[in-house]
């Protein structure tokens, strides 16, 4: 076979059996897709990594991409293989020119223009190669792309329909490759080390780049305090422990509802050998099972445990227990706690126990719903039931109660200008000889002088102090606010008054005294207790099918 270079008119009998464009033209822009997964994760730093297998059937070609996933930290590069023919066997490189498609024989005459070359015709010298078609490509088989063997795991619908036409077979059922959310793996966080917040330290393992955790900005501006509305939850509690030094320690929760952090703090104990202050940092703490403590999680009676200390929430303060009741806490949903003593305690069970009795004393009535409901209702959900039902303790304001407390006032801040007051007062007299003035007088006359007690109490030392036709003497006045009797006595803080303020420093500063039980509540109305049971129970039979 003699060819000349350049020549475009060759004879078909001496053409070399080579022609592909019947293939060309037939499968132009028909392409078979492949999804498929290269393991080599037992290599070091190896991953599972998808990819896609283009099959051009125009020319027996394909290209291979890869399914590169947001924030995989991997490059984005474009092709994985580069559309070309790829062999069955991968072996050593061949030199430039070793393998053609046509073997060159000898050259007769100059190169180029009139020379003269033989094509081997039977490639005697050719090295046999053989590439990967349409044939070998299934669901299930394994590709050696260049050493890396790739698995097929799925393929589209056109090439399942070009698989069913051209061999007559069906389409195996395609390889689960993609990880389910079942099957994935979660991240697994370290345990909280102490240093810090727990949620900065979250994010240094959740970024490579540590931020700031974000903030509730819209739970802050309407949980901030606003004005008297302090939205702090505080709590009483002491330590769940059979140590002695410890028996007798107290704190205060403080549960700042505006980022659901949690403060422990514990007031100062004379002689007590243990120093008071910080106990735990303002900070949001863990469960054991897991979350964060809630709001709903602190109330009377609640064992909690705050970084391996445990707690028992013993009291609440006044605004706390309205806070729960008002957005009813489960603790502090009243119908709720009402339908379980609907359903626990019977009609029989209160007449034995109360009979012909209005009012029934605090303590035998939580006693009694104590051991009635026994695990069923906290108690706090048994205060809630006493704070509806009670009847509140009025303690009787006496003279000489709101004196004792005026002289006690008056000495703390070292006050000493009586003669300056009784002055100011004599001065306002219309008739000096009986001493006597208006009460709204000798208001003025002390607000006048700032004499150093507060506006209720002062209303209340004038209102209580004896009147001569209905007014007041003022010699008699001075001269028992100047008298040092009963000033060494000290005088109990009275919770229902309208005059008194708690001393913070006071074991019971919350407005009750220790104990739910023993608060200004005296007493429980047993009849409208009955009352309310009786129409539960009916309106509990008429929901039931």
Known sequence: QVETFGSSGINAEYREKCDTLKQFLENDRKVLRFYCVWDHSREMFGDVRELILHYFLADDTMEIREVIKANSGRDAAPKFLHRSKVPKEVGALHKPGEITERTVLNVFGPMGHGGRYILDSLKTGAVAKQFYTDADLTIGAKVNVWGREVTICDMDEFTAHHFKCKFNVDVPA???????????????????????????????????????????????????????????????????????????????????????????????????????????????????????????????????????????????????????????????????????????????????????????????????????????????????????????????????????????????????????????????????????????????????????LKTDLLTSLIQQCPKTEGRVDCQKLVASLKSKEGTEENVDFIPTSKFAKPDKTASGWFGVTEGAHKGPVHAIRINEFKEDLVKIRHEISLRKP
């Open 174 to 452: 395609p390889i689960v490759y993609k990880m389910s959310e079942e099957m994935k793996q979660e991240r697994e966080i370290p345990p909280y080390n102490g240093w810090g917040s727990e949620e900065d330290s979250k994010a240094n393992c959740l970024k490579l780049i540590a931020q700031a955790p974000k903030r509730d900005f819209i739970k802050f501006m309407k949980k901030d305090r606003q004005g008297l509305e302090s939205h702090v939850l505080r709590y009483l509690a002491r330590m769940d422990t059979n140590r002695p030094i410890d028996i007798d320690r107290t704190f205060i929760i403080s549960f700042f509802l505006s980022d659901g952090t949690i403060s422990v703090f514990e007031p100062e104990k004379r002689n007590s050998g243990i120093v008071h202050g910080k106990f735990i940092e303002r900070s949001r703490l863990n469960k054991k099972d897991g979350g964060y403590y809630e709001a709903e999680d602190l109330f009377v009676g609640a064992v909690v445990n705050f970084r391996s200390h445990q707690f028992i929430i013993t009291d609440a303060d006044e605004y706390a227990k309205t806070y729960a009741e008002n957005h009813k806490f489960p603790e502090a949903d009243f119908e709720r706690i009402m339908e379980v003593v609907a359903s626990t305690v019977s009609d029989e069970k209160m007449s034995e126990e109360f009979t012909d009795l209005t009012e029934v004393g605090i303590e035998p009535f939580m006693e009694f719903l104590e051991m009635t409901c026994q695990e069923k209702l906290s108690q706090h959900a048994i205060m809630v039931i006493a704070r509806v039902y009670g009847v509140p303790l009025h303690p009787k304001i006496t003279y000489d109660l709101v004196l004792r407390l005026s002289k006690e006032q008056l000495s703390k801040v070292d006050f000493d200008r009586y003669d300056e007051l009784l002055l100011a007062l004599t001065q306002a007299l219309e008739d000096v000889d009986n001493g006597l003035l208006e009460p709204s007088e000798v208001y003025r006359v002390c607000i006048a002088t700032k004499l150093p």
